[in-house]
């Protein structure tokens, strides 16, 4: 069974930073894209950073030249280092993949969040 694991989260200062973490474990055979999304209170779902499996980046244009997305392929992890954070950032964070198990032909995964506060 493959799982999301999403870690990093937590409280910090509007101009600090924090790096999260998504780390996919079971019987995987390839991950195509990862990325993250996010949810604020009161807001839908939205799209914050994506990579692909050869390290294409795309980035959401409120978060561009302040998140940093990257991927180890080996640890099956993916990153986000989230510089600059302004109140507007804080949501629950949500890690995705698409993933090629064992025993299925390709699906979409999410993480179960991870919270990011941004408050002085």
């Known amino acids: 069974q493959v799982q999301l694991v999403e870690s990093g989260g937590g409280l910090v200062q509007p101009g600090g930073s924090l790096r999260l973490s998504c780390a996919a474990s079971g019987s995987i055979f390839s991950i195509g894209v990862m990325g993250w999304y996010r949810r604020a209170p009161g807001k839908q779902r939205e799209l914050v950073a994506t990579v692909t499996s050869v390290g294409s980046t795309n980035y959401a244009d409120s978060v561009k030249g302040r998140f940093t997305i990257s991927r180890d392929n080996a640890k099956n992890t993916a990153y986000l280092q989230m510089n600059s954070l302004k109140p507007e950032d804080a949501a629950v964070y949500y890690c995705?993949?698409?993933?090629?198990?064992?025993?299925?032909?390709?699906?979409?995964?999410w993480g179960r969040g991870t919270q990011v506060t941004v408050s002085s």
């Open positions: 995705y993949a698409f993933i090629t198990s064992n025993t299925r032909l390709g699906g979409d995964y």
